[in-house]
């Protein structure tokens, strides 16, 4: 059995196929294995997400019905008892996020995960490319230190390649190609998960940089409104509610129109409520003064509405009101794929079986980002890796032992 691809899709899948008995070698370009996992545990090490079932696979979007039955096969639930037999305790945070205990790195859960490969007996090559397909069964391989090219014949293959940003860790889509010219439809990738470009003057560069808005909420033309924290910064803005409505903005760019992200900087107030604050008597106080009295607005917020509305400090009460509340974010662009925190498109469900298998070459089999599907951060990413590779190693099981059924059968006759 042979898989492709060290990240958390492929290590699952080998993990699951060997605690099965069989005999699982892995192949990873890089040098070290979980390279992009590793970068996952840099920004927080967002697991999984203790959400309801449904509701969890309400975030894959167009593929939702089919994250759903991959859940039930590995949920968070399961994730958190495959971690702590790693000997690593997870917890759920507020927000109903799932993480490690701060005790752990999470450099300590992929050691202790790649020990107990070692212990099952999966043999790991590092250093190791995977540069196709070799006739209907075989992959065309190469040693990086050597640089020698060998082919494997193996009774099944788990390809687990990653998307196609943050490239530096391995994951570079260049698996595309070779896929594409075996006949295989792969989506166009684009950035998912991604700051937003704006293009702000060069006064709002200089004097905003990078500036944090909090408890703000952010709407897009079609009214999906997400609650959170806004980073300004020089070429746009960051931060997780722009990221969750990559899919809104990426679909709206795609008609040639700048996309417009609504921002209401007093999401907790009622637009009464707001406007009976506006029309306390201003007297002499500048705008900058007056916001951050009735409202506790401060820097850099004047600056960002001036930046949108030149003549805001004119504007009557009603007018600011609604401005405060709908400021219209004009987004050029988003920011370049390799940035991105995960990769939209990939190979398309159509070319895979239910267990996903490749209908074009049977005995290979696809998990992970490298797949069709998106969804916000949150734990969702991961936990779609996971259960994919889970997925997976269920299906090589399911379709080896359906092949060598007949077998057993003609021998016994
Ligand atoms: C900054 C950042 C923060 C993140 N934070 C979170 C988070 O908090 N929570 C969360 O859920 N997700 C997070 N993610 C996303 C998560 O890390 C990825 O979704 C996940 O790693 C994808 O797993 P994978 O196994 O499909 O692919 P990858 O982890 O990309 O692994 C694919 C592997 O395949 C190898 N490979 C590729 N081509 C070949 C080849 N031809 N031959 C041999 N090997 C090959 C690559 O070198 C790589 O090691 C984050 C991502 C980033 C970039």
């Not at 507020?94 to 490690?100: D, L, M, N």
């Not at 509405?305 to 009557?316: G, K, S």
């Not at 990939?346 to 089999?365: D, N, S, Y």
């Amino acid at each position: 059995m042979v898989i492709i691809g060290g990240g958390p899709a492929g290590l699952m899948a080998a993990q699951r196929l060997a605690e099965a008995g069989h005999r699982v070698q892995l192949f990873e370009a890089q040098a070290t294995v979980g390279r992009k996992f590793l970068v996952a545990g840099h920004g927080g090490f967002n697991l999984s997400n203790a959400e309801e079932t449904s509701r969890f696979a309400s975030r894959y979007g167009a593929e939702a019905a089919r994250f759903q039955s991959l859940l039930t096969h590995f949920s968070p639930t399961d994730l958190r008892a495959w971690a702590a037999e790693l000997g690593i305790a997870t917890f759920v945070g507020t927000s109903g996020r799932i993480f490690p205990e701060a005790r752990h790195k999470p450099a300590d859960l992929l050691r202790a995960w790649l020990g107990r490969l070692r212990a099952l007996g999966v043999e790991i090559n590092v250093r190791h490319r995977w540069l196709g397909f070799a006739g209907d069964h075989g992959l065309r391989l190469r040693g990086e230190a050597s640089g020698q090219e060998f082919t494997l014949e193996p009774a099944a293959t788990v390809l687990a390649l990653g998307g196609a940003s943050w490239a530096k860790t391995g994951s570079d889509g260049a698996w595309a190609p070779i896929l594409r010219e075996a006949g295989v439809a792969v989506i166009p990738f684009a950035p998912a998960n991604c700051g937003a470009e704006v293009c702000w003057s060069a006064f709002f560069q200089e004097k905003v940089g990078r500036a944090p808005l909090k408890n703000i909420a952010l709407r897009t033309d079609a009214g999906t409104t997400l609650r959170g924290e806004l980073m300004l910064t020089d070429y746009g803005l960051e931060g997780t509610p722009v990221y969750a409505l990559t899919p809104h903005v990426r679909a709206a760019l795609a008609t040639g129109q700048p996309a417009t992200l609504w921002l209401n900087l007093k999401p907790d107030l009622t637009p009464a409520e707001l406007l009976a604050r506006l029309r306390q008597p201003r007297g002499k106080a500048s705008l900058a003064d007056f916001l951050k009295k009735t409202l506790r607005l401060n820097a850099p917020v004047p600056t960002l509405l001036r930046e949108i509305r030149p003549e805001v400090a004119t504007l009557p009460p009603e007018e600011l009101a609604a401005l405060l509340q709908a400021l219209p974010l004009p987004v050029a662009a988003l920011r370049p794929l390799d940035e991105a925190i995960s990769t939209a498109g990939g190979v398309a469900f159509a070319e895979l079986t239910e267990g996903l298998m490749l209908h074009r070459r049977p005995g290979t089999f696809l998990a992970g980002e490298m797949l069709d599907w998106e969804a916000p951060t949150g734990g969702y990413l991961l936990q779609g890796c996971f259960s994919t590779g889970t997925w997976v190693a269920n299906a090589v099981r399911q379709w080896l032992a359906e092949r060598q059924a007949p077998l057993l059968g003609k021998e016994g006759m």
